[in-house]
C-alpha cells in the first residue's frame, strides 16, 4: 500500500503525532508513506529527519499575537490563490490512500481526484459529541469543512461511545522519565512551553517567582541562555523531551498532544490556552472537569504561584504500540472503526477517581 499523510505543521503536536506514526510505519514492508506539512514556513520545522523527502507547501494557517489568535491578520495572510494551485497541482493517483491530521491540501485533493482518504486527528474528534467550550459557529463549518475526508477517527482522552481512538504517546518515552527521575532527582525545575505568548512577558510573569526554576522553551529563542531564574531553549524535540521526562511541573499552552505525553508521565499541568482556539479551550476544559488539570486564563504571577504551590498530578497509560492500528489501515475496511476503537481503549488505564468523573463528564449537555 501506498499513503500520503498529510500533516497540517501549525503546532508541533500534529508533527508529533505524526512522528511517532512516522517511526511505526518505517518499520513495515507493506507499507510506503511519503509526507506532506502545511501550515508553516519551510525554514521552521526541525527534527525532521524521520519523514526523509517531505514535502512542504504554504497551507492555511492562523496568526497569533500576544497569546491570542489575530483574526484580521489571520484572513490577510491566507494565500488562497496559492492554497487552491496547490490543491490541483498535487497528483495523488500513485496512493492507495491520503490518511490526513487536519492538513487541507492533501483532504481537498484527495475529495477532487476521488481517492480514498482518512482523518486521523483530534480535531476530527470535534465533529463527534464531545465537551467543547468557546466553539462558535465558525469554529463547528471548520472543523468539518477545513480538511475533508471520506473516513474520519478523533483522537481524544475519551471516546464518548463514538468514532475516537486514544492517543498514542512515544515508546520509551516512560522509561525515560524514570532514567531522568534518577540521575537528575537533585533538579527540581517547572518546564513551560507558551510559544504562543511573547518572551518579554513570560519573563516578566515567571521572574518575580524567584524561588521556583523555570525552563522555557520558545520558537523565538535561538540560543540556550540563563536569565536570573529562567532557563531558555530553542526548540529541540530531544532537548525538551528530557527536559519533560526530568521535570515534575509543566506550564503549557492548550495543546494536546503534550497534555497527553504529561499524563502518561504522570506531570502536574497548567494550561494556557490560546485564546481565540476553542480547540485548546476544550482541551483545558475538559481535564478542569476531570479535576487533571488547572486553568490559567492570562498570564499573571499570583495564580502560577498558587498553582506551583498546590499543583496536582495524574498519571493515565495511553498506547505507545501503533502496529495494530496500522495494521487495521493497511486492511482497507475505513468504515469499521468500532473494531479498532475497542482493540485500542482495552490498552488504556484511567485511575479510579478519573474513571469516576468520566460518567459525570459524558453526561454533561454539549
Not at 477545513?146 to 474520519?152: M, V
Not at 522555557?216 to 530531544?238: A, G, M
Not at 492500528?325 to 484511567?350: H, K, M, P, R, Y
Request: aromatic share 12%; hydrophobic share 40%.
Amino acid at each position: 500500500m501506498k499513503i500520503l499523510y498529510g500533516v497540517q505543521g501549525t503546532g508541533n503536536g500534529h508533527i508529533s503525532r505524526a512522528r511517532l506514526m512516522a517511526e511505526a510505519f518505517s518499520r513495515r514492508n507493506d507499507v510506503e508513506v511519503d509526507y506532506l506539512f502545511s501550515g508553516r514556513d519551510a525554514d521552521a520545522y526541525f527534527d525532521m529527519d524521520i519523514f526523509a523527502h517531505y514535502q512542504s507547501k504554504r497551507g492555511l494557517s492562523f496568526v497569533t499575537e500576544s497569546g491570542a489568535v489575530h483574526h484580521f491578520k489571520t484572513i490577510k495572510s491566507a494565500k488562497l490563490v496559492e492554497f487552491m494551485r496547490d490543491v490541483r497541482k498535487l497528483d495523488l493517483n500513485s496512493y492507495d490512500l491520503v490518511l490526513n491530521d487536519f492538513e487541507p491540501i492533501s483532504a481537498w485533493a484527495a475529495k477532487n481526484q476521488n481517492i480514498p482518504s482518512l482523518s486521523i486527528s483530534h480535531q476530527a474528534a470535534f465533529a463527534c459529541t464531545v465537551p467543547t467550550e468557546a466553539q462558535s459557529i465558525i469554529d463547528k463549518w471548520l472543523t468539518r469543512h477545513f480538511a475533508p475526508t471520506q473516513y474520519a477517527l478523533g483522537v481524544h482522552w475519551y471516546h464518548f461511545n463514538q468514532a475516537i481512538i486514544p492517543p498514542f504517546v512515544p515508546e520509551g518515552l516512560c522509561q525515560r522519565a524514570s532514567t531522568s527521575a534518577k540521575t537528575q532527582n537533585l533538579i527540581d525545575f517547572t518546564l513551560v512551553y507558551l510559544p504562543f505568548e511573547e518572551p518579554l512577558q513570560i519573563q516578566q510573569v515567571l521572574q518575580p517567582l524567584s524561588e521556583h526554576r523555570f525552563y522555557c522553551y520558545h520558537p523565538d529563542v535561538q540560543y540556550p541562555f540563563i536569565e536570573q531564574n529562567i532557563h531558555w531553549f530553542p526548540p529541540s524535540k530531544s532537548g525538551f523531551h528530557e527536559a519533560l521526562s526530568a521535570c515534575k511541573k509543566v506550564i503549557a499552552s492548550g495543546g494536546f498532544e503534550l497534555a497527553t505525553e504529561c499524563l502518561s508521565l504522570g506531570k502536574a499541568i497548567l494550561m494556557k490556552p490560546l485564546t481565540g482556539q476553542f480547540e485548546q479551550y476544550s482541551n483545558a476544559y475538559m481535564l478542569r472537569q476531570l479535576g487533571i488539570s488547572d486553568t490559567l486564563f492570562s498570564l499573571n504571577t499570583d495564580d502560577i504561584e498558587e498553582w506551583l504551590n498546590n499543583h496536582h498530578a495524574t498519571k493515565i497509560n495511553f498506547p505507545s504500540n501503533a502496529d495494530c492500528f496500522i495494521d487495521w489501515i493497511i486492511a482497507g475496511n475505513w468504515s469499521d472503526t468500532e473494531t479498532i476503537c475497542q482493540q485500542l481503549w482495552q490498552q488504556v488505564e484511567f485511575p479510579d477517581e478519573v474513571s469516576k468523573k468520566l460518567s459525570k463528564v459524558s453526561a454533561i449537555s454539549i
